[in-house]
Structures are given as C-alpha cells and as structure tokens.
C-alpha cells in the first residue's frame, strides 16, 4: 500500500519537478526497505506474543485469580466446549481462507494482530467453561498455524519487494 | 531456499492443510472423549440406581449381613474399584474394602462438595455434576459417582425404621469405575487419527505437489532451457508441448527467434550486396 501509493505520488509529478535526485531515491529506497523489515519483524514479535499467552494457557491461567461466583453469576452460563469447538474450526477455516486471498490481493502489511485477540478469546473461553486442559492443543496448533502463514504471507511479499528495491539501489550506486 | 516456485506453491497449502487437518482431528478427539465419558457417567449412574434399588429392601429391614453381602459382591467385580455406603454424618457405614469402614469423609473433598457448597446441601444435581474423575492409591484412573440414596415414605413410615419424614437424603452411595478400557480405548483412537492424518497430508500435499511439478514446474524448467538455448544461438522448434500456456510461450519465443535471426540475415546479406 505504502508502496503503491508511493508510485502513484511519483508517477504524477512532471518530468521537471518530479525527477528525484539520485541522492533521495536512495534515501526513499531506503526508507522503503526499512519499512517493509520492520513488517517481517512485527510479525516475529505478534508470534512471540501468542507464544507468551499459550505459556499461561498450558498453565491453565493459575497466575490469574480464580473467577468468583459473582462473576460468573455477572457472566452467565458458558457455552459448551463442543459449541466452542465449532466456533475454533470456523474462525481457522475463515481465517486461512482470508489470509489466501490476501496473498493475492492484499497488502504487504502484518494483519495478525487481531488473532491474537481471537485466539486468546478461545483460551478465554475455555478456561471460563473449565474444558481448556482438554483443548488447549486445537486453539494452539489454529493459532501456529494462522500466524505461520501470515508470517509467511508477509515474509514472502516483503523479501521480494526488499529484493526490487536492492536492485534499483544497487543499479543507482552503479 | 523460498524462494523458488515450487516451494511459493507448496509452503502456504501444506501448512494450512497440515495445520487445519490437526485442529479438526484433535477436536473430533476431544468430542469422542466427552461422549464417552458422558456414556461412561451415564452408565454408572444406573448401576448405582440399581445397586440403591437392590440394597434398599435389606437397608429397610436392618439385614446388615446381606447388604455386606451385596456390596462385596459388586465390589469384588472387575473394573469396581471402590463401592460405599455413607450415612448423612459422612461416615463409612459398608464398603467393599472393610479397612474404610467407620471412616468420615470431608465434605469438602470432591464428590461431596458438589452438594455441601453452599449453606443447604442441594437436593438434586445432574449426573456429570455428581461424576468425578480422579487417580487412586493403586495409580488407577476411577470415574466415581455419588448417588443420593432418598428418603421414601416406606423408610419413614415403616415400623422398624426411625428416618424422619423431613429428612430427604438418608446417605449416600459412592462408586467408582476404573476407566482404564475407555482410556486405552482412546488411546488406540488417538493413534488411528495420527494414521488417518498422516494418510491424509501425504495424499493431498503429494498430490498438490505431484500435480504442480508435472503441470508446471517441470514444463516451465524446460521452457526456460529453451530458452536459454535459442539465446545461445541453437533454432529449433522443440520447446515443451502439454501445456497450453507453456506451449504458447514457447511457440511465440520461437517465432520471435525465427523472425530476428532471419532478419539479421537479410541485413547481412544487403550489407553482402553493398559491399
């Protein structure tokens, strides 16, 4: 997106104003590179997150305070860990679904922030139903699984954007 | 190492395959386990309905001998791993194991706490809530019950028997199952779904892959030869066949080829005719 719209900013100046000295197309280029490591990076740093939050999900959240009975009179009754379960293989199926076509269509950007929201909600609810020791494999393979590809989604989009800027750099520093 | 075709191609499909096919099966595993525990409780709820229904005629005529009798015979079956009778005060009145006798039971333990959380002991609870699963002293796996034996009006207006009519639960009857058959059943279900899963991922990421290879990598490998070839000067027309678009590709290279090599010979030859 960043860097199309980049493009698009360029391609309308005229030849006399628009033309770049070699000196700031380099520091465009890279700034560019800069931009799309760091997106290789957020997407490292989403997936150690999730990693943290399945150490205290295999913990069974013993850190956390056990749910006292106005709460869960505040809460209400739980859905049953079997609806749960459809609900996990529906968000995964979409989820990789959404992710394929964003391979196609999508921006180079790192969008697994929100399944780490999801994912963390499935472990939630889980616990809340006392059924996360019997499913706490499903929610953390779904979520190695959605944030390996999109890992690999954006990895792949941006190592080869990376590589064109290279080479117009490297043919710049010629 | 990513960054040629084959792997773009293969990567994305066999992760979210492998990924989708394992959250599906663990799942499907999980479930089968719940049935078969709920089956499991279900079925020991009506043995021990049935062990109140045969004991209640000697409980009712105080025959302590033949509830001893009856007890230890059900004790004694295989898979019974403990079988006691509680009165309200939580002492052990019978067992099947007759060092347990006498003893009293925390109301706080699980299997009682259950009905004595709150200030009134609840009445009635549903079967998976009277179910607890827990490992014995012999390291056995036990799905127990406790099943309230209720006050009736032949307990309470009986001559022999002192139950007031007010008192709704007279004791409690606490069984407990090995759960090692549903267990090992579970664990061959589980080896079978590995199986099932791996037959799985090797058929269709093998067959992605198998499909790919043949309809695109290796016909695009060999236009590229081709290619390098008519580059290097060689024209003939034997570019890959079998593929539309490949087939295409290498027809209009070659055309591009032909028609550049001869007209470098037509300029050689003007320039021969200059000359």
Known sequence: MFLRRKQKQNHHLSPDEGVLSPDSRRQEIHIRIRYLKKQIRYGQWWMALFFLVSLGAAANFRFLP???EEVRIFLGASPSPSLISIALIVYAFSALILIFGHMNTGPRRFRGWSHIGYLSAFYLFYYYTDALRDNFWPVFIAGLTILGLENYRVWSGCSEAIKEEEKVLAYLEK | MFNNLASKAIVPVALSLTGFVIICSLILCSSIKEDLLETAVQQETNLAATVVTSTRYAMMTDDRK??????????DQEGV?????FN???VIMFSSK?????????????????????????????????????VNAQNRNVL??????????????GECHFHPSQQKVLGTLDIGLSTDSMDSRLLTLRWKMIVFCIMILILSVGGVSALLRRNLLIPISQLMDYVK?????????DYPKGVNEVEILGEIYFDMAREKHLAEM????SKKADN
Do not use: W
């Open chain 1, 66 to 68: 056990p749910i006292s």
């Open chain 2, 66 to 75: 033949n509830l001893y009798h009856i007890i230890n015979s059900i004790g």
């Open chain 2, 81 to 85: 791993e403990h079988l006691r009778i």
């Open chain 2, 88 to 90: 309200k005060e939580g």
């Open chain 2, 98 to 134: 007759p060092e347990e006798l006498n003893q009293v039971v925390d109301k706080s333990t699980a299997g009682c706490i259950e009905c004595h959380s709150g200030s009134e002991p609840a009445l009635r609870l549903g079967s998976m809530e009277l179910a607890r699963r827990f």
């Open chain 2, 144 to 157: 127990a019950i406790t099943s309230p034996i209720y006050n009736d009006s032949q307990c309470s207006a």
């Open chain 2, 229 to 237: 070839k008519v580059s290097g000067g060689s024209l003939d027309n």
């Open chain 2, 266 to 269: 037509a300029l050689k030859k």
